[in-house]
């Protein structure tokens, strides 16, 4: 009856980009087969920023039950020392309900929204692809450009952030990789212009990303809108392109998708596909080399239970994390014990008489 805790670092230790791809991929595939039940999301706003609650269940080698809970608060990092997301993971086993492990929530979200990118771009962007631009050079910025070297030989990047210190940051860890090229606000378009994949995930809540600032045949994946009030692009961009979601009643709710709709510049019918149904090959992804494809991705709860339980298998298998019995009785009843104390308050009763 033990529930294994994982902290963050266990999680770090635990979790590839590679295999966490692979499983993200296999999730998806697997809620277009209809054989994973509709993830479930819910979203409580607050002053600074907002909390969600992110839930599914999918069956791999066995059944799980994932319920993550999240903050979201964009000022923590220099207000509070904090990060912007915080978090835990609940674990569970679909046969019996059993609790199984609560872990860390920040490294999971980090790397399974890095792994839709990656899984997205193997399947939408252009074969040919060598140049990308990433704005916003945080957690997510880091992750994003570790999937995409993974499906495509990129040797060139732009790199765009509010904050210098993040995008010399990111080039440092990144230079010798590839050509990463710092970039401001105002050099941005021209960026985009001669980028072949565009990787949006930031917190900004107006969007930045201009149609006539796209090229054709560019990828776009718009990460950064997983609540109503975030947005990164124009509506029109999506409006007068290939539009496929990660899960698009998801997507109507807080995506990208959310305000192109409530632009009245597009409807829901207007959504190409799910990414699941490009990687079950029930509908095409890519068609041409000019079209320009907008994968909207919101992260949904799958990919959590995707990532969790991986994290939750290699654990045990090598004995990593602590142990808490949440369900252990520790007031125990011992009829001796009682008729002892009852004594003894009747002894007290002679001195004190107390009611």
Not at 35 to 52: E, I, S, T, Y
Not at 275 to 300: H, L, N, P, Y
Request: aromatic share 6%; with cysteine.
């Amino acid at each position: 009856m033990d529930t294994l805790l994982l902290s963050r670092r266990d999680v770090a230790s635990l979790l590839t980009i590679d295999e966490c791809m692979n499983a993200v991929e296999n999730a998806f595939g697997l809620y277009a087969e209809g054989k994973a039940q509709p993830p479930k999301v819910l979203g409580l706003p607050c002053d600074h920023g907002g909390f969600h609650i992110k839930a599914g269940v999918l069956g791999i080698d066995k059944g799980y039950f994932v319920a993550k809970v999240n903050a979201n608060f964009p000022s923590n990092p220099k207000q509070y020392g904090l990060p912007t997301i915080q978090g835990v993971i609940v674990v569970c086993d679909t046969i019996n309900g059993r609790l199984l492990a609560l872990m860390d929530s920040i490294e999971i979200t980090i790397i399974r929204t890095g792994a839709a990118t990656g899984v997205a771009a193997r399947y939408l962007a252009a074969s040919n692809a060598t140049i990308a631009t990433i704005c916003g050079c945080g957690n997510q910025g880091r992750i994003s450009l570790k999937a995409l070297l993974k499906v495509r030989r990129l040797d060139k990047l732009f790199a765009f952030d509010i904050d210098p210190d993040q995008m010399d940051k990111f080039r440092k860890e990144f230079g010798g990789e590839l050509e990463i090229i710092p970039v401001e606000l105002k050099d941005l378009p021209l960026a985009l212009r001669q980028s072949h994949i565009a990787v949006t995930c930031t917190t900004a809540r107006e969007p930045f990303i201009h149609a006539k600032d796209i090229e054709p045949g560019t990828f776009i994946a718009a990460v950064g809108a997983d609540n109503e009030d975030k947005c990164e692009l124009f509506p029109e961009l999506l409006a007068s392109n290939k539009v496929i979601t990660d899960i698009t009643d998801q997507c109507v709710s807080i995506g990208e998708l959310h305000h192109a709709i409530e632009s009245k510049l597009m409807t829901r019918c207007e959504v190409h596909a799910e990414i699941g149904e490009v990687i079950a090959r029930q509908k095409r992804g890519r068609v041409s080399d000019e079209e320009i494809i907008i994968f909207d991705s919101t992260g949904t709860a799958l990919q959590d239970v995707a990532a969790a339980a991986i994290v939750y298998e290699k654990a045990i298998a090598n004995g990593m994390g602590n142990k808490m019995n949440f369900s252990e009785q520790h007031l125990t009843y011992n009829p001796d014990e009682l008729n002892k104390n009852e004594r003894d308050i009747k002894a007290l009763r002679r001195w004190f008489p107390f009611r």
